[in-house]
């Protein structure tokens, strides 16, 4: 997530340079590799939420053992995945 930070203030300043610059970035966001990219972003910022609140469950005592820790890893990577599909990621 860091990482794209550079990449998205290079395209918001392109994009707030006029309106030339704003049909670049709308054609660069418009290819399928700019919306995979968009896509494992919104990906990656769900993944971290989620686990940031089972981590908060596992401050509060729940889940130490082994396999509940695995079930609920697994939960959360399934739930970032549906909640990305649900709410209309593959749409981009």
Do not use: K
Request: hydrophobic share 65%.
């Amino acid at each position: 997530m860091a990482l794209a930070i550079p990449g998205a203030a290079i395209l918001f300043h392109q994009a707030l340079s006029g309106p030339d610059g704003f049909a670049v970035v709308a054609a660069i966001l418009d290819s399928w590799l700019a919306r995979l990219i968009l896509m494992l972003l919104a990906w990656s910022l769900l993944h971290h939420l989620f686990s940031g609140i089972r981590y908060l469950l596992i401050d509060l005592g729940l889940g130490l053992e082994r396999p509940a820790a695995r079930r609920s890893a697994m939960i959360v990577f399934a739930a970032a995945i549906t909640v990305l599909v649900v709410g209309g990621g593959l749409a981009l």
